[in-house]
């Protein structure tokens, strides 16, 4: 489903000449910190780490490759699915675990294909 979200995304920006902006918001994996309402699990760090390096390396259908157990049930990631409508739109502009969840700043530019 966010695949073929992300298919219709591209036509439809690639029809256009307008400027157009798509905003994905979703948080990444929130076991980060013990005294979260997830508690802590090492999955935050490892699945938070593996959806960045897909993000850089224009490589979003490794999301569809990752454990959900890894990435959903121990990670609490749920940034994964929504990414996949973004599928090779991408470049990461920063990361961060500014409490007990993992953000990504991500940026899409039609000129910008060698990410």
């Known amino acids: ?3 073929d979200f992300g298919r219709a995304l591209r036509a439809a920006i690639a029809a256009t ?4 902006a798509v905003i994905i918001s979703t948080d990444l994996a929130h076991a980060h910190a013990a005294d ?3 508690g802590f699990d090492p999955a935050a ?5 593996a959806v960045v390096d897909a993000v850089r390396a224009c490589a979003l259908d490794r999301l569809l490759e990752y454990d959900d ?3 959903v049930n121990r990670a609490t ?3 994964t699915r929504p990414l996949l409508a973004l599928h090779g739109l991408l470049e990461v502009l920063s990361y961060e675990v500014p409490t007990y969840y993992g953000m990504m700043c991500a940026a899409y530019s039609p000129r910008k294909r060698d990410m």
């Open 1 to 3: 489903m966010y695949v």
């Open 17 to 20: 000449e307008r400027r157009i």
């Open 36 to 38: 979260s309402p997830y």
């Open 45 to 49: 760090a490892e699945s938070d780490a």
């Open 69 to 71: 157990d890894w990435m």
């Open 77 to 79: 990631n749920e940034g």
